[in-house]
Structure formats: C-alpha cells, structure tokens
C-alpha cells in the first residue's frame, strides 16, 4: 500500500522561508516523477514544481521561479521543497503527488497516480 504523507508547512512572515517534505512508502521513487501543488481558497490546485525520476529535470510555476527549489533524495523516498522569500499569496495548502507516466504536461493533476493529504502553510502580511 502506497503512503504519501507531508510535512513541514506553519505560519511564517512574508519574506520568511519554510522547507516541505514528502516521505513515500510502498512505491519505488526511481520510477516515479514527483511534484508539488498547491490550492489557495476559491482556486483550483496547481502545480508548483515538479522533478523528474532521476532528479535531473525541474519545472516551475512562474510564480515559483527564484524563490522555490525542489529536490529528492531517492535513497530515502524523500521528496523537499525549500520556499525563501515567501508572500502572503503563497499560503494554501501544499500537496505533495506522484506520477509513473513519463509524458504529459506536469501540471495536469489528473496524470498524477498518488497524493498525500497536504500541507498548510501560511504566510502573514
């Protein structure tokens, strides 16, 4: 049974930093890309970053460029998202998901084979 759980959100200040964290049981991490959505109130989930299986390709939001680093640590079934410089618009709830497809835009949810129950952070003006 595959388990996807996060860790790390809060309350920080706007200019502050937060590190999630993604630990996944019960699948193989070689064989699947990972990412990072969020959702913010009265919005769809979105995609935040994603990287791929063998941690040599990321992507990001837009909104994400220069302030947010993904990365994984395969040997521990870990995936991270350190946050710097971080907005009052970047509060939501982060969900961590996995996906064995190799093709398809990164940000489509539906591609995504695994969820964890997400994350709040919260960043105050």
């Known amino acids: 049974q595959v388990h996807v759980v996060e860790s790390g959100g809060g309350l920080v200040q706007a200019g502050g930093s937060l590190r999630l964290s993604c630990e996944s049981s019960?699948?193989?991490?070689?064989?699947?890309?990972m990412a990072w959505f969020r959702q913010t109130p009265g919005k769809e989930r979105e995609g935040v970053a994603c990287i791929s299986r063998s941690n040599t390709v990321t992507y990001y939001a837009d909104s994400a460029k220069g302030r947010f680093t993904i990365s994984r640590d395969n040997a521990k079934n870990t995936l991270y998202l350190q946050m710097n410089s971080l907005k009052p618009e970047d509060t939501g709830i982060y969900y961590c998901?996995?996906?064995?497809?190799?093709?398809?835009?990164?940000?489509?949810?539906?591609?995504?084979?695994?969820w964890g129950q997400g994350t709040q952070v919260t960043v105050s003006s």
């Open positions: 019960g699948l193989n991490s070689d064989d699947y890309a």
């Open positions: 998901a996995a996906r064995s497809a190799f093709t398809g835009n990164w940000r489509i949810r539906e591609t995504y084979d695994y």
